[in-house]
């Protein structure tokens, strides 16, 4: 089976940074992914990173160690829109490539 | 493109009720995803199609059936709801399970309250 742990709750002030980290244990390893879920809606796709390193999009990156088994995602220039739910999936042979969903962590964005 | 659509939004059965929770997708995706999420338990995957005919189970199957006759179509099907069954249901796609095409597509879920 696969273990995926991120912290349940984070809060932040506007305008700030915040790194969202995701730790994981797996065999097969076979990429990492976060989605973004705001209340009461569907999850939408954030970052797909399968080699270690950073990956940017505008205010928002993530970063892979698979020797670590370790991710982040970090939000820079925090608005208050990004007030979400962020989940960690992995995807590993062991489960068919279906990406395993860890909790998710709830931010919230506060003035 | 319409994308992942799910039917009905919200929906309360009495406890013994049975109803199909409908999910179809467009983007003509060979895989096929049905989650359900609990308050602070992340997403939990109930049943998972590979293609027209061939589903399995995923983490968390009791109380539920599938089928899938088409690409497109994807129901879920609760024979006698029990007020464990209280929770949203998401129904989501992918193209495969390879890579970036793991990338899964959501539709907007249904909230099921049993009672």
């Known amino acids: 089976g696969q273990n995926i742990d991120q912290p349940t709750e984070m809060t932040a002030t506007e305008g700030a940074i915040v790194q969202i980290n995701c730790t994981y244990q797996t065999s097969g390893f076979n990429g990492l992914f976060w989605y973004q879920q705001h209340a009461g809606e569907a999850p939408t796709f954030l970052f797909y990173?399968?080699?270690?390193g950073l990956e940017e999009k505008g205010r928002f990156s993530s970063f892979l160690s698979r020797s670590k088994g370790y991710s982040y995602l970090l939000l820079k220039e925090l608005q208050m829109k990004d007030s979400a739910s962020y989940l960690c999936?992995?995807?590993?042979?062991?489960?068919?490539?279906?990406?395993?969903f860890g909790r998710g962590t709830s931010l919230i964005v506060h003035p | 493109n319409a994308g992942v659509t799910q039917t009905p939004k919200f929906r309360i059965l009495k406890i013994g009720q049975s109803m199909t929770l409908q999910c179809a997708q467009d983007m003509n995706h060979n895989y096929m995803y049905w989650y359900r999420q609990d308050p602070g338990m992340g997403l939990k995957l109930i049943y998972y199609s590979v293609g027209a005919g061939i589903t399995d189970k995923g983490e968390v199957p009791n109380g539920y059936n599938v089928s899938r006759s088409t690409t497109e179509d994807f129901p879920l099907r609760l024979e006698l709801a029990a007020p464990s069954q209280t929770s949203v249901y998401f129904c989501?796609?992918?193209?495969?399970?390879?890579?970036?095409?793991?990338?899964?597509?959501f539709g907007p879920g249904t909230r099921l309250t049993v009672l």
């Open positions: 990173n399968v080699l270690d």
């Open positions: 989501a796609s992918s193209y495969g399970t390879s890579g970036a095409y793991n990338e899964q597509f």
């Open positions: 999936a992995v995807s590993a042979s062991g489960g068919s490539y279906i990406p395993t």
